[in-house]
């Protein structure tokens, strides 16, 4: 954000040196409103700092000044003319100060829109590559799947042998799964939306990892509100995309953890029920936390870790309404998947 940029002390001396003169000049010369003009340019001037903070001080100092020259500078012909001219240029510094403000804040939001709006397109556009490519691999790697298992009865009883042919399909059969996850990263079709218990979809995440998280030692628990509305939603889907947090969590997990799943209704704009996943498992470094996103980012070794999982999900979150967000990582992760509950036609 601009208020966390630093401000050029260049730019500050030149203000101060500015407002001095013009101090100077004021108590000096009787001109009256001409130097509620002089203010006004250094308020202007002013806006080339970072954040909003800075003008603002600066235009309470010109104000401040403004009305210590009214006293100090020689008196006019028209004491009544004089005070009206300063009460003037205070008029005239605060509102360009605010007029000015508003814009600046308006233009810092259109150009953090914009980045936004470049961001999710640079992912659609992965997204679509991925998917384009992962299509044109399946053939060819179904092919060679094929002959693989066909070369199995042909291969000898060496043991040796066996191994290779366990290790050839077994690499094989990981491509067919990166791939598919490729494809689904560039579907968009919405699936069908059916009235569903979110205590269903979760509980049938969460015995999936049951048997790998009790062989890791890692606690889970279920804390579902019982009153939950129905939710609009492809129940395959959503176990999929909480599957993935939940395999995230446990990859994330030492023995003695705990991961919760907590399903609870949310009010904002518009019905919404909201899935956390909570671990207290190793968090994520805050220079990450913005990548986590993207596909093909992980920090898994090589044949752990696709970088497809979040990404998948967040698509799916988004395919339904809804939202998924990291929302904090600190001693352990926080996901958020958010739904509305009526799906929008
Ligand atoms: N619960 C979590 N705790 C710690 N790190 C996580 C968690 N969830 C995701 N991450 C980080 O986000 C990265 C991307 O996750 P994901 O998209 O699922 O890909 P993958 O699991 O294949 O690496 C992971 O490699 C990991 O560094
Ligand atoms: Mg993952």
Redesign the pocket.
Known sequence: MAESQRLQPRLVVLIALLTVIIFIVDIQLPLGISMGVAYVAVVLASLSAPGYRFTQSVATLCSLLTVVGHFLSPAGSDYVKDSVNSALAIFAIWVTAFLSLKRKRAEEERARMEQFAAARERLALLGELAAGIAHEFRNPLDGVLNCVQLLRPIVGEKPSDRELVDMAEEGLHRMDTISARMLRLGREEKGQRLPTEVKEVVDSAVSLIAIRAQKQGVHLAVQVDPDLPLVDLDAERISEALL?LLT??L??CMSGCTITVRGAKVSGSGEAVEIRVI?D????PPE?RSK?FEPF????PVGK???????ISRKIAEIHGGSLKLLESGQG?TFSILLPVKAAH
């Open positions: 993935n995230n969590a990859d994330a671990d498992g190793s968090g994520i990450l986590i980012f992980t920090t898994k870790g696709s970088g497809l999982g979040l990404a992760t």
